[in-house]
Every structure is written in structure tokens, then in C-alpha cells.
């Protein structure tokens, strides 16, 4: 039984493999896809770097990196191989062939990741998504029981049947998966509606994972959400109201971590939950501060914003961990970044003042002194503001409050 445990417990030994053609910082992507494997619980021995023009197309690396592939996995007991880049199942096959270790590809790894995150029942839809969409094109068959389609006499027969009835059925449950993203899409459209209609605003915490959205969430709303020092620890989003200084509550909002080239299925299996920044009047941009890459980090989010059409709203840049870094050192972006340490809980009048200069108008403090023949009018104050002092006076009733904008102009007459 011991063994047993003991077989079950064992992580993984990966390497890591990349191909350096210039196109991004080979060696920053290597080590978050290393940060990335040790969250799917595997232990990274090691990193292996071709720089080439373009990946070899039948084996990604070229034929004598391949060999020393083959010689480091035999040396140290390689249990999986993990390429920092898209795959076609041809190198997949070779690369395994070659090797006789498994081999997957960043994106696998990150929908594995996703995959032991989701909670929900739309976040289990969307990993569910995204992983149909990724193997569909790779589903060249494995094995007799699925043969690979062949050009000539006698390749065809039952591998073929059998491998496109496993493509039927994938599309079916794509389309059924689709069909349930619609419905719940929906829902999260009304809901959005009903926000607006209620004037509710929202403050949607986006930016790269790791970066401490979640502490900061729980630090400002006590929302008990998971905050582990991890990739993806929190897929679904959650939202929780928070009180602001001038008197007004907001709807904030945490969404899905990013990462460097987030797959595009991912992206669009998240769109309805990355939807949240859109439908936002806000957002809060947060990045891990103490990261040499975080201007980099900043700007992927930047990135994703702009493709999901969010490019015209206010954005708050939070600079979290600064409690990490000396700050004398180190320059703030620009006017609209904020210095904070969600752990330590500093820097969140300045982010709380922010937010409120930030968001549209839709209070105003105002004095006012209600005659007592308008007594009614007292009553609608209390239903759209926030009082903070309420007084009889022989002239009528003075009131100090937080009023909504929209019920101001009746109020007119009687502000001091």
C-alpha cells in the first residue's frame, strides 16, 4: 500500500524544450512555462533552448538537438517533455517516438492547469470548450483501434470509420457546449442590464495571474476567495460590494488571470467571463510590482483589453508587492498607477480615493433643509442616498447625504 502512495505522490520529472526564433523573450517564456509546470505538480529538471528561423516541422527542434533531447531523457529518467509552443500531433509523434517520453505543448499544459482549477459550472463548461477545440484538429488517431487515414488502396476501412465518427461526436459536444455558453451568456447579459437599470457600477480586477488580485479582493471586500502564491488559482469570477470613501458602493469584480500568449481557445472558451471587463465602468489593472516583467505584464493585459473592446474605459494601473521592492528605485508609470501591497493591506486609501476620482459622477454631497409641507421629499432622499447626518430643525429637516445625480434636479430648491 506504502508503494502505492508513494507511486501516486511522485511528481512528474519534465523538461522543458523551446525554440528561440526571435519573435518574444524566449528566456521569460521558458521560465513562466516553468512556473507553469510546477503548478500542474511536476518537477522541472530541466531546460533545453534551440535558436533556430523557424521550428523544424517534422520535429520542432533540429535533428542533433532532438538526439541530446533524447540523451538527457535517458539520463535522468524523464517522465514528460513539455514544448513552450503549439505542437501538430506530427511532432507530438516524432518527439515520443524518439524519445519514448510523453510530450505535450504549452497550451495542453495550461488547459490541464484550468482544467483542475474550474469550480463552476460555466468554468468546467469553458475548460471542457477549449479542450475539444484544441484536440479537434489533432485527432489523427492512435493505435489500430484508430488508424490513420491514408491516401491509397487499402488505407481505408474501419480506422477511418472510427476516426471520424470520434470527430462527429466532438463537434456535437462542442456545439452542445456552445449552445450552454449561449444560456449562460445570456444570463450574464440580464444580469448586466439589471445592474445598469439599478445603477449599480462595476469595477472589474483584471491582469496577469499570480499578481495578487485575489488578496487584493479579499484584503478590500472580505470575499473569501482562494489566494495562494500559484498560476490560475481562481478561475471563476466573483463579485462582492465595496464601500468607498465618498459614500458610494461599487460592484468589484475578479476575472481570470492572463498570462504570455494566452491560446486564443482559452481567450475565447473565457470570453463570457472576460466579459466582465467590458460591462465594467472601471478597471483595475493589478501586476506583481517586484516582477522584472512587469511593464510586460501591464501590457499583455492592455492587449487583451483593447481586443475585447474595452479600449475607452478608465483604467487603473495597481502596482501590487511593492512591499517587495525599494520603491526609491523604481518609476511609477505613469499618473494613473497606484502603489500598494494587498498582503500588507498599505496604499488603499490612495487606491480607494483613485477609484473614486476615476468613476463617473453618479453622487454628489449636498446640504439641504426640506420644509416640513415636503415632508415626502425626505423620504426619497433616504431611498436614493446615502445620509450622513439627519437633523429637526424649526426650519424643516436638514439633511447632509451622498444624492444620486439623477433625482439632484429636484432637489434644487432646497440645497444650501
Known sequence: MIMIENDINKKEKALLISIDCGEYDTEASVSELSELAKTAGAEVDGVIIQKRPSPEASTYVGSGRLDEICEFCKNNEIDLIVADGELSPV????IENATNVRVIDRTTLILDIFASRARSAEGKIQVELAQLKYSLPRLTGKGTSLSRLGGGIGTRGPGETKLESDKRHIRRKIQNLNEELDKIEKRRNSMHARRKKNGVV?????????AGKSTLMNALTNAGVLAEDMLFATLDPTARKLSLPDGRSVMLVDTVGLVRRLPHHLVSAFRSTLEEAVQAD????VCDYSSED??????????????LGCASTPVINVLNKCDLVDISNMPIPDKNSVLISAKNRTGFDELLEKICSELPETMRRVRLVIPFSEAGLAS???KHSNIICEEYSENGIKIEANVEIAILDSLKDYIV
Not at 511532432?91 to 516524432?94: A, C, M
Not at 462595476?202 to 499570480?210: D, F, H, K, L, W
Open 380 to 382: 426619497k432622499i433616504r
Open 91 to 94: 511532432q507530438i509523434r516524432n
Open 282 to 285: 472601471l478597471i483595475l489593472n
Open 294 to 307: 512587469y511593464e510586460e505584464h501591464l501590457q499583455v493585459t492592455r492587449e487583451l483589453l483593447s481586443s
Open 202 to 210: 462595476t469595477v472589474a480586477v483584471v491582469g496577469y495571474t499570480n
